[in-house]
């Protein structure tokens, strides 16, 4: 069973940085997109950051500047490093991943993890 386990989430004023992992776990053959998302309250989950398994990365408008998402494939790790955080930023973030379980393309299956909170205060 694969599973998706975020941290670093937490409260930060305005202006400052934190840095979210996303670990995958379970046994599977490779992680091929991963990413984050994120949801405000009342609002539908986005886009943040995502990162292929050759390393090109591509960020929402909003992120661009201010994100850094990175991978460690030893680790199976994906991290977000946010700076310069604004109140607007506060969300749930979600980590998502196409995992593969066996050497079939077909095998790949998309996973969510459970979310972390980031709440910027002004």
């Known amino acids: 069973q694969v599973q998706l386990v975020e941290s670093g989430g937490g409260l930060v004023q305005a202006g400052g940085s934190l840095r979210l992992s996303c670990v995958v776990s379970?046994?599977?053959?490779?992680?091929?997109?991963i990413g984050w998302h994120r949801q405000a309250p009342g609002n539908q989950r986005e886009l943040v950051a995502g990162?292929?398994?050759?390393?090109?990365?591509n960020y929402a408008d909003f992120a661009k500047g201010r994100f850094t998402i990175s991978r460690d494939n030893a680790k199976n790790t994906v991290y977000l490093q946010m700076n310069s955080l604004k109140p607007e930023d506060t969300a749930v973030y979600y980590c998502?991943?196409?995992?593969?379980?066996?050497?079939?393309?077909?095998?790949?299956?998309?996973?969510w993890g459970q979310g972390t909170q980031v709440t910027v205060s002004s």
């Open positions: 998502n991943a196409d995992v593969r379980s066996g050497l079939s393309i077909r095998s790949t299956k998309n996973y």
């Open positions: 379970g046994s599977f053959f490779s992680i091929n997109n």
């Open positions: 990162v292929n398994s050759g390393g090109s990365t």
